[in-house]
């Protein structure tokens, strides 16, 4: 996705032992899109009050609706019941059977919180229909909702709050008070337990920020991270008496770890570090646990500690192996949830009693008709780039090749810039792979998760420094003897769809064919067009990838559409009508502009999906489509 750059790390030698063939392996048996899309992809929101329940989001009936889980007996009942939008569980009310759920129209990203009542009927708290909102959960005493709208000010977000007690009134509306007015940009994060200082954060760059605090009482606002360079901040929560601010930052380090901040005295004090970014750390309601979460080379690494027990690591029993995220502790403090998935198994939930060592898987979300033995487990490899840098990447390798087999292959950029491509289960690549495609999914130098510096690396000079790291993944392909050196596509989505037509543009002759999900094509009309609400991150994107003001000429260079006339290759494009951030036209223009040079150009349009797909049927329609462009120019020609 078109992201603003996030924290998401990846690091191991090449595995050489994986890339030798067997002539012992059974081939798997192929499987068909449906049957792949047959995931139940589940996420939970959180513990009724009386923890006899989650809040469930689920896509089984082809979009997400919102679903409740009696814990004791398995049972599931299903609470929304949409047929055209998505919409996603948000929250309980912290005493009453209420919910919170949030959902926009057909992929627009203009969110609005909803509320359930206990009889089925649902009240838009957000009156403005123009208004995008995000939902920011209740006060400590759970007598105040939060919720942050840009409807004063469609730039900017400001921080609101319901008494939960007293509303709705009449005419179901849920009268709220703004807490914080935001004039400049400064985005409202973490609140204190007492409510009443706010931590707000100002985007200087994609990695550059400074954080401010706001007294609400007072109305003075401090700013607490004055620094030279480029440091990143990232506020968790304040300490439970309210006087410190613990939050992330890389202040003097190449990745991110926990700090505080003491609210009197101006004092920082490091808490934790790791040999890799920490991705967030927050304190169980009365503080007795504290969660942190590591970027471990592509994998999250989780720890809990006992902070009633002088910081003692709690060690988790019996918890499977693989990705742990999403972990979320109950108010009792007595039970914890959290997700386990691999890049060949999907997620699942698991409950933990933290008093008896007790856990339980909840769900199981892979389809009987899928044995996962026939599935892939990504490998973690690195491979040299041009200048001699190293470039981590995860290898989906398929099953079944005897000595000599060699099969066509996929070098899959993520989006950003400054995302990653992590060990987690994806039903596309799986799809892929089981119908006898190599894939390399490629963490470029502008990734996350390898420190800052490796983070940087591409600033103004994307479409070459990362295309080059991308070219550098194709020749590691290229040097494994079950690819076909000469059958090697690039595939991608957003940033990635981008990196998919720079390469077919400023490198025509390197890849065999291209597959563009919304990918940006003329970054002078994406950097103008970017959405209201990202306003106070804007500048911010300017520095890292160029004013279209100021740096017209490279921008109109690194743009694709402008070099249209250089692509050969074949490739296909798939667009949402409702994208906010890549806009249709920046597909229709490339398709356009390629099929009047007689470049063979697929086109697929979804006009109920924005950026990404969320139906199921448009899911299974674009995997199909894609596959069926590969086999088409890949296979067929090598045959």
């Known amino acids: 996705m078109l992201i603003k750059k ?60 919102v679903f409740e889980l009696d814990i004791a007996s398995g049972e599931r009942r299903q609470l929304t019941n949409s047929t055209e939008e998505s919409v996603f569980a948000a929250s309980y009310f912290p005493n009453d059977d209420r919910i919170v759920y949030t959902s926009d129209k057909g992929g627009n990203e203009i969110d609005h919180i909803f509320v359930r009542n206990p009889d089925g009927s649902s009240i838009d708290i957000i009156t403005d229909s123009k208004a995008k909102a995000n939902f920011y959960g209740w006060s400590h005493d759970k007598k105040l909702m939060y ?9 900017f ?33 973490a609140i204190s337990r007492d409510n009443r200082y706010i931590a707000l954060v100002k985007p200087i760059t994609t990695n550059n920020s400074d954080v401010y605090i706001l007294d609400t009482e007072s109305g003075e606002r401090k700013h607490i991270t004055p620094h030279e360079g480029d440091v990143d901040y990232s506020p968790q929560y304040f300490s439970p008496d309210g006087k410190k601010l613990i939050y992330l930052t890389n202040e003097g380090s190449e990745f991110m770890y926990i ?19 920490i991705m967030y750390t927050y304190l169980s309601r009365n503080g007795k646990y504290r969660v942190v979460a590591i970027n471990n080379d592509a994998r999250t690494e989780i720890k809990v500690y006992n902070e009633a027990d002088g910081g003692k690591l709690v060690q988790l029993k019996n918890v499977p192996k693989g990705d742990i995220t999403g972990v979320n502790i109950s108010d009792s403090e007595k039970l914890m949830t959290f997700y386990v998935s691999t890049s060949k198994s999907p997620s699942n939930l698991y409950l933990y009693n933290l ?55 996929l070098v899959q950029v993520h989006g950003g810039p400054g995302g990653q491509t992590r060990l987690n289960y994806s039903s596309s690549y799986q799809y892929f792979v089981n119908h006898g495609y190599a894939i390399l999914c490629v963490n470029n130098r502008g990734s996350s998760g390898y420190g800052k510096t490796f983070y ?17 993944g194709k020749q590691y392909l290229q040097s494994l003897d079950f690819v076909d050196a000469d059958k090697i596509g690039i595939y991608g989505g957003s940033y990635g769809g981008y990196m998919v037509m720079a390469a077919l543009a400023f490198a025509p002759e390197e890849f065999d064919v291209g597959v563009n999900l919304f990918g940006v094509t003329n970054w002078l009309r994406t950097l103008k067009s970017i959405p209201p609400w990202w306003t106070s991150f804007r500048d911010a994107l300017y520095t890292e990838m160029g004013d279209p003001m100021k740096d017209s000429v490279a921008l109109y260079n690194k743009s694709p559409l402008f070099h249209a006339d250089k692509i050969t290759k074949p490739f296909i494009v798939l667009q949402g009508s409702n994208d906010p951030r890549v806009l249709q036209v920046e597909s229709d223009e490339i398709v356009e502009a390629a099929k009047a040079n007689g470049v063979p150009v697929e086109y697929v349009v979804f006009p109920d999906e924005g950026h990404g797909w969320v139906k199921k049927e448009n899911q299974i329609k674009s ?5 069926q462009f590969l086999d088409k120019h890949l296979k067929e020609q090598a045959q």
């Open 623 to 627: 995997a199909e489509s894609i596959l």
């Open 456 to 472: 940087a690396a591409d600033d103004k000079k994307h479409g070459d420094v990362d295309l080059k790291d991308c070219i550098a």
């Open 147 to 155: 919720y942050a709208s840009n409807s004063r000010d469609p730039r």
């Open 259 to 277: 700090s505080s901040y003491d609210l009197v005295s101006g004092e920082k004090t490091k808490i934790e570090d790791a040999p890799w970014d």
């Open 6 to 65: 996030a924290f998401y790390p990846l690091v191991l030698l090449v595995c050489l032992g994986a890339c030798k063939t067997t002539e012992t392996e059974a081939p798997p048996r192929q499987y068909s899109i449906e049957q792949f899309m047959d995931v139940k992809n589940i996420y939970s929101a959180g513990f009724s009050p009386d923890e006899k329940k989650l809040l469930l989001g689920s896509n089984e009936t082809g979009i997400y609706n």
């Open 157 to 189: 977000f400001d921080l609101y709050r319901v008494d939960v007690e007293t509303a709705p009134k009449e005419g179901n509306v849920y009268p709220s008070m703004v807490v914080y007015q935001n004039n400049e940009g400064l985005d409202p994060t």
């Open 355 to 409: 008093e008896t060592d007790e856990i339980k898987q909840l769900t199981n979300t892979l389809t009987a008709e899928i044995n996962g033995d026939d599935l892939v487990e990504a490998t973690v490899v690195r491979f040299k780039s041009y200048d001699g840098l190293e470039i981590p990447a995860l290898l989906y390798k398929p099953k079944g090749l005897k000595k000599g087999d060699k099969v066509p292959a």
